[in-house]
């Protein structure tokens, strides 16, 4: 029994060389914790690895990207630029450097970047086995620069990545995702990326090419024959959800949206557009229960409080939405869709320069977005400030020439101007872009938002004196929304310039049914009902003079009422009366009665009345 207890025996004390066997082992041993997310197994013995392998840079890479998983930023850093072998090594570099981005140390990561330029511009000239981290390390520095509102130059970064590695999908997200290029720069780079030289098999080229800038040309997307396949997959779906929403095709585009948040209720592309869609439609409850479910589960995610910033703008709280929108602006900082709302909601309660603060700082971030640019417009349109608004539209127009929201905005500005001819160049260019877009399929006919592009071009038609094509065009806009007292009220000024007085007194009516206080309406519909008086007879066809009738004679001969005379004589002794008849007598004699009444009773009466009040 007590040899079974029997200590092993202990070890010689003499060390050798380990064997290239026990080195192998234990990197294998490391990966395998690594890919297990075991990180601090991995660390440990990645860090006895380095101890037997003499520091061999590959092993100091190893336990650097171990000190990194388990967040130790600092040691990790330390560990390479200790030993300098950011210098040497461009894994030890990219990690080193990593770990100080990570530990919000910006400056100190492009430091140890730019000390191992050289050496990635070298590796960057070699064969493909390196792009990867050549891609890797440009993509970081895109990050840094970006971190440290360097955007021309985090924006070049991002583009080195993506020509070194064009399946780094990362840096193609932070160039497209963050809008740091316009439209026209974002076809040339997508032009300009060697796909057949890395032997892209057209499957990133396309998936590139369907997350460009959707508002400038919305039009259908075309997947090919090969990639049949991936018409299910959640992105391309929000690639159409995208198509669909600049186009104002807001319930195709919730009806598809809401199958990708079903299947993959967390989808963080889907998310935003899926938000923006729900303020569209007024779904307040759908985004109460959206948020929530987000707020509790994903704390740190901008989006999350992103929903329940624009939940409180939509049911008209203001001041909390302003709360969660500048959240959410601090956890994510390039968060676009975060600033453009926490501008609406200063823009809604008429704070203009708070709106264009905030849409300026959007601007500012989004480089490639027009957004910004035409909601300053409009700030300054409101302001009647028409110069600057102009100025900001052309620019908006610069990187979206096809938008048509810009068109309009640019030919309600000429109208402001009394510029009639140039705001309907803009607003029939504008309406042109909208119905091409429908007829190419992409939405369902012209949805109600452009209802107002069609009343303004009614109302620059009335300027120039085209009354035929002003009354198609308010007819139009009654078409997309029927219940707009303001497209009655310039219907009926329209018809009352073409003198249909009868039509435009209909429209009056319908304006006021709809809206009771609208002074213009009111003030019109009795102008035109003066025209009427004045032009068209009472009861055409008839004589203007009072008919002269005789004497009417009552059948029984009881009573002559003689209307010249003026007075009333009894001729005989009434006979008895049925019960009907009884009763128009009854009322017969009261009114009698009540137009015989002597005035100066009732004098008496009320003499009598005030005296008993005075005493």
Not at 94 to 102: F, N, P, R, T, W
Not at 188 to 197: D, N, R, V
Not at 436 to 458: C, D, F, I, M, P
Request: aromatic share 10%; glycine share 4%.
């Amino acid at each position: 029994m007590a040899d079974s207890f029997a200590r092993p025996p202990i070890p010689s004390m003499t060390f050798s060389t380990p064997t290239s066997y026990t080195l192998s082992k234990l990197r294998s041993l490391v990966q395998s914790y690594i890919s297990m997310h075991q990180y601090s197994s991995a660390m440990y013995w990645a860090d006895k690895l380095v101890t037997l392998s003499l520091s061999n840079p590959s092993d100091m890479h190893m336990l650097a990207h171990c000190l990194l998983l388990t967040k130790q930023y600092h040691r990790a850093s330390h560990l390479v630029v200790s030993a300098k072998l950011h210098t040497t090594h461009m894994g030890c570099c990219y990690v080193a450097a990593k770990a100080l981005h990570m530990a919000g140390e910006q400056e100190e990561a492009l430091v140890v970047l730019e000390e191992g330029e050289e050496m990635t511009k070298e590796e960057e000239l070699k064969e493909k086995d390196v792009q990867n981290i050549v891609s890797s390390i440009y993509l970081l520095k895109g990050y840094i620069l970006e971190s440290l509102d360097n955007r021309p130059m985090a924006a070049e970064a991002f583009q080195s990545a993506l020509r070194a590695d064009v399946f780094c999908q990362e840096a193609f997200e932070a160039l497209v995702g963050h809008q740091m290029l316009t439209a026209e720069e974002e076809r040339e780079l997508l032009h300009s990326l060697p796909f057949q030289e890395q032997e892209d098999p057209e499957l990133a080229s396309f998936l590139y090419s369907s997350s460009l800038k959707k508002y400038s040309c919305p039009e259908d997307l075309d997947i090919p024959v090969q990639l049949e396949q991936l018409k299910d997959n959640p992105d391309l779906q929000v690639c159409l959800v995208e198509r669909m929403f600049y186009n104002c095709d807001y319930h195709s585009a919730y009806r598809l949206s809401s199958a990708v948040i079903k299947a993959d209720p967390y989808h963080a592309r889907c998310l935003p557009i899926h938000v923006a869609l729900l303020v569209e439609l007024k779904k307040s409850n759908c985004l109460f229960q959206l948020a929530h479910s987000l707020v509790d589960l994903y704390p740190e995610w901008a989006t999350a409080w992103f929903a329940v910033g624009c939940y409180y703008y939509l049911t008209g709280r203001q001041d909390p939405a302003r709360r969660f929108l500048s959240k959410a602006t601090q956890l994510d900082r390039l968060f676009g869709p975060a600033w453009l709302a926490y501008g609406h909601s200063f823009a809604v309660e008429n704070e203009h320069d708070q709106a264009m603060a905030a849409y300026f700082k959007a601007c500012q971030l989004m480089r490639g977005c027009h957004l910004p640019l035409l909601y300053i417009g409009l700030e300054y349109s409101l302001t009647n400030n028409q110069n600057l608004a102009e100025r900001f539209f052309s620019q908006a127009l610069e990187i979206a020439p096809k938008d048509p929201f810009v068109l309009h905005e640019l030919g309600v500005t000429a109208f402001n101007n009394q510029n009639y001819e140039r705001a309907e160049k803009y607003l029939s260019d504008a309406l042109l872009r909208v119905e091409s877009v429908s007829r190419a399929g992409v939405s369902s006919g012209l949805a109600e938002k452009w209802e107002s592009l069609l009343n303004n071009l009614g109302h620059t038609y009335r300027k120039l004196g085209k009354y035929s094509e002003a009354l198609s065009f308010h007819q139009q806009a009654l078409v997309l929304s029927p219940l707009n007292p303001s497209t009655y009220s310039a219907l009926g000024y329209v018809q009352t310039l073409t003198n249909d007085l009868t039509a435009a007194v209909e429209s009056f009516h319908k304006a006021l049914g709809i809206r009771r206080e609208d002074t213009f309406s009111t003030n019109m519909l009795n102008y035109v009902i003066e025209q009427l008086m004045s032009e068209v007879a009472p009861f055409p066809g008839y004589p203007e003079e009072t008919p002269r009738f005789p004497p009417l004679k009552s059948p029984s001969g009881c009573i002559n009422l003689d209307t010249t005379a003026g007075n009333l004589s009894p001729s005989a002794t009434p006979p008895l009366a049925t019960d009907s008849q009884h009763t128009l007598a009854d009322t017969s004699n009261l009114s009698i009665d009540c137009e015989m009444e002597d005035t100066g009773d009732t004098s008496r009466e009320q003499e009598g009345l005030d005296m008993d009040q005075t005493l």
